[in-house]
Structures are given as C-alpha cells and as structure tokens.
C-alpha cells in the first residue's frame, strides 16, 4: 500500500508483522468511513423519499378536501330555486 521506511533495530519478521498490522488498521478505517458515508447516503434518500410521499399525501388531502366543500349542482339549484334566480 504505502511505502513505509524500515525502522532501526527491527527484524524482517517483525518489520512484515508491522506492515500487516499497519496495512489491517488503514483497511479497517478505509472500510469504516464507506460503510459511514453509505449509512449517510441511504438516511438523506430516505428522509427525501419521505418528503416527496408527505408532499404528495397533502396534495390529495387539499384536492379531496376542495371537492369535498364546494357546493353540489343539486344544491346550488335548490339554493337558486327557493330565491327564483334565474341563470343566464
């Protein structure tokens, strides 16, 4: 991986021992920090996600809630009738 000087007094095993050690530290963080950024990632898509779905729900509740408060045609000819309003 990383070209690492070798240190004084050391020998080969425990140089290569070293390296391994070293090399399995970097991994373990390497493999940490993906595994933390995909964590991340799939939370931000999720709440997204969640957003646009509320939106969505909000939207259907408004037009449901519109067509259900405006007056019917029955209504407004009975409304029309009693007062004798004619339509144009």
Not at 45 to 52: F, N, P, R
Not at 56 to 68: A, F, G, H, Q, S
């Amino acid at each position: 991986m990383l070209k690492k000087k070798k240190l004084f007094g050391t020998s080969l095993f425990a140089q290569e021992l070293i390296e391994r050690l070293f090399d399995g530290i970097l991994l373990y963080y390497i493999n940490m920090g993906a595994s933390q950024f995909l964590r991340d990632f799939r939370r931000a898509a999720l709440v997204k996600k969640s957003a646009e779905l509320r939106k969505r729900v909000l939207e259907r509740k408004e037009k449901t809630r519109e067509k259900t408060d405006s007056v019917s045609y029955n209504v407004r000819q009975q409304v029309l009738f009693l007062f004798n309003i004619e339509m144009n």
